[in-house]
């Protein structure tokens, strides 16, 4: 997707790709760009509760905000996140919850409900639906916290260089 020509991911859907892995992608000599990242799916709170909906669930990536972003995504409106609570979100879910750039959005997340300042509506071109849930990043270091993520990555994108053998690399890796 976007930018990205290989992902690295666990070897068990509830397993996380190791901190050392990441050094070992970011030194392979056809890795042009490396981002990583972790995923949770969180819950809007509506009257105090998780929205139980399809369409108020977020699919919700935690992000270095200094790393490449691989993803492709255009900022419609807004900044790039910093930190803290800023969430960055995508512009159809946006749309459909009337969300704007500064506005609050409370969330269910597994450290219980939290506030995010929404600083950023991205487009991210696929037009890929998941049943009217959204797609969003904040910052890793929150996420970490708020995902209940001590250590290690959900996934790691890879973009290669342009000569480089996607297949020899994946191998290596």
């Known amino acids: 997707y976007g930018k990205t020509d290989l992902l690295v991911t666990p070897p068990t ?26 995923v949770s ?20 990536s935690g992000v270095d905000p200094t790393a490449p ?5 255009k900022i419609e409106e807004g900044r790039k996140l910093r930190g803290g609570n800023d969430l960055a979100i995508d512009s159809e879910f946006a749309r459909r919850k009337k969300l704007e750039s500064g506005d609050t959005l409370r969330l269910a997340t597994p450290d219980g409900k939290k506030k995010f300042r929404v600083v950023a509506i991205m487009n991210y071109g696929s037009g890929v639906q998941f049943g009217g849930q959204g797609f969003a990043s904040i910052p890793i270091e929150r996420a970490r916290n708020v995902f209940d993520m001590e250590s290690g990555y959900s996934q790691i994108a890879v973009r290669l260089d342009r000569d480089a053998d996607a297949a020899a ?3 290596r890796l």
């Open 13 to 38: 859907l509830d397993g996380s790709v190791k901190r050392d892995k990441l050094a070992k992608v970011q030194k392979d000599p056809a890795a042009k760009e490396v981002a990583a990242s972790i």
């Open 169 to 171: 690399v994946q191998k």
């Open 41 to 60: 799916v969180l819950s809007i709170v509506r009257d105090g509760k998780a929205g139980s909906k399809q369409t108020d669930q977020i699919n919700t």
């Open 69 to 73: 972003d691989l993803t492709g995504a």
